[in-house]
């Protein structure tokens, strides 16, 4: 009856482990996805502003678009590298701050003018947004609880397979369970650094699509 009740207490902790790293990993590919939506947005804005700088056609505004160069390519040269360490680049927000102070000295002229500049500032608002919530993402860390739910679950398993199992049979058992959960536990944790690890959002996607128009 003891050996019968082990049992089946075995039978339900086994799912709900899978269960849970099942909602981890699902979780973990969320985070990920959310971050790339964000870098993929950023790079969006950049073209546009680039765009709009182009539209508002003065000198000042070319200077702009070379500015924007400058700042892109810092994010991928000198920011991203940081961003591992959950850091972000002194050098890159000095360029964003000269990028925003030459924008307010556009000076408009005309209608079209006067709607680029509205345009540029909405943009530029949204650039610098959008770069805050991606470094704000570097700090995004896989909750702690989910860790001691999945260990908790498979110390349970364990305990249950050594006092059900003879002992001839358990050490099959128990090693089993041991290497297909710690199995789960590395890709786990190689996939939940979100700037880090085999799975991290690299910068590629980003250089791709802005280097397409501004060539740097």
């Not at 860390?141 to 006092?163: D, E, H, I, R």
């Amino acid at each position: 009856m003891g050996s019968q009740m082990l049992s089946a207490q075995k039978g339900q902790v086994a799912p709900m482990a899978l269960l849970i790293f099942a909602f981890s990993l699902v979780r973990v590919q969320g985070d990920h996805r959310n971050v790339e939506d964000l870098v993929t947005k950023e790079a969006a804005l950049v073209l546009k502003l680039d765009s709009a700088l182009e539209s508002f056609g003065d000198d000042l505004s070319e200077n702009l678009r070379e500015d924007l160069k400058n700042y892109v390519y810092s994010i991928s040269a000198d920011e991203w590298p940081l961003m591992q360490k959950s850091q972000s680049s002194e050098d890159t927000a000095n360029l964003l701050t000269d990028l925003t102070q030459g924008i307010r000295l556009l000076t408009p002229e005309n209608a079209t003018q006067q709607m680029m500049r509205v345009e540029i500032n909405v943009t530029l608002n949204q650039l610098t947004d959008v770069r805050q919530a991606r470094l704000a993402a570097t700090k995004v860390k896989f909750p702690s609880y989910l860790y001691q739910a999945l260990a908790a679950s498979m110390a349970t398993l364990v305990v249950l397979g050594w006092f059900q199992t003879p002992l001839s049979r358990m050490i099959i058992y128990v090693g089993g369970v041991t290497v297909g959960f710690s199995l789960l536990f590395v890709l786990l944790v190689q996939s939940s650094g979100i700037f880090i690890g085999d799975n991290r959002v690299t910068s590629t996607e980003f250089v791709k699509t802005t280097q397409q128009r501004l060539l740097y």
